[in-house]
Structure formats: C-alpha cells, structure tokens
C-alpha cells in the first residue's frame, strides 16, 4: 500500500454556503447560524474544515487510513446543518386504526393508540410536532433530533404486520403476515 493519502468521495465535495448563513470554526467545533436556528457539530481529530469564498472544504490530515470514514462523516453533517437552518427537516407519521387518535398539548404529543392510558411523548429543543386528521408532523432544524422523535413517536406502537394497524412512517412499506385462519384454509385445500 503506497503513503499517498486517499480521501473519501463524499469530503471531496464542497459544502456551499447558502445566503443568509453564518459559518465560523471556533477551536474544535463548527458553527452554522441560520433562518431556523443556530447548531453546532464537533469536528473529529485529524479533520481539517477549512472556510473559503462561501465554500466549506473538509480535509483528512491524518496520516491514518482509519481517518478517511470521519472526514465524510464531517462533511455530511456539515452539510446537513447548511440546509437544516435554511429549509430544515421533517418526518411524517401515519396512525392507522380504529380509535387511534393524536392531539398537541403545549409541546407534548398525546397519543390514543388502544392502551388504558394516553400516552404523552415531549417534544425536544427545536423540534415542533403537529397533527393533522391522521399523520403526525415533526419538523426542525436538526435531522438527527427530528429522526430521534420520529423515532420515540413510532416506537410507542410499531405497525402490526396482522392487521396493519399503529404508528408508521409516511410511505413506510408494511409487509404483512398472513393470520393463522387464512394459513388453515390454504393448508386444507
């Protein structure tokens, strides 16, 4: 194996600073202040972010190979928190079933999904949940917070592969199980 540092496909890209978005390095962290908010990301050692002519480069100065997977991983986050403060994310959630209902109390979700008890999910720092008829909005600024609430949302009663009937993503493909009624029919012919 040759000493010629190799970099990975994605930090080879340039993240291009948007207009109306503040990007500045302090120690080891990136800043990004934007429309929606403002967020940080730390940059692993070994890592190079270099800010020039509103365009964001993220260089391996290591002279590791291991180092590679972190100068893409950085780039990516970078990146996403470019296009999080400017246009932001948001996941979709569908209930599905009879009675299952959702409702928005101050920044808590109040989920009716067949349990004795509603169930009550918090909403985090810069993340905004709503409801509309069946499917349930969560949108913000930073992806990983949006996903890890979309995330604690659908956990509180994963889709049924019987009936089909819970909490599940938007466009979620739902691959359903045949019940024990339908296998006896089809194993008496």
Known sequence: MSNILTMSNIAKKVVKIEEGVEVSLQDDKVLVKGVRGSLTASIPAG?????????????????????????????????????????????????????????????????????????????LDGVKISVEENVITVEGADKQLVGDVASDIRAVRPPDPYKGKGIKYQGEYLRRKVGKAAKAVGAAK
């Open 47 to 123: 890592i190079k972010v270099v800010i020039d002519n509103g365009e964001i480069k993220v260089k391996n100065i290591s002279e590791s190979v291991e180092y590679e997977k972190f100068a893409g991983l950085t780039r990516a986050l970078i990146a996403n928190m470019v296009n999080g403060v400017v246009r932001g994310f948001q996941k979709k959630l569908e209930l599905t079933g009879v009675g299952y209902r959702a409702r928005v109390e101050g920044n808590d979700l109040v989920l009716n999904v067949g349990f004795a008890v509603p169930v009550k999910v918090k909403a």
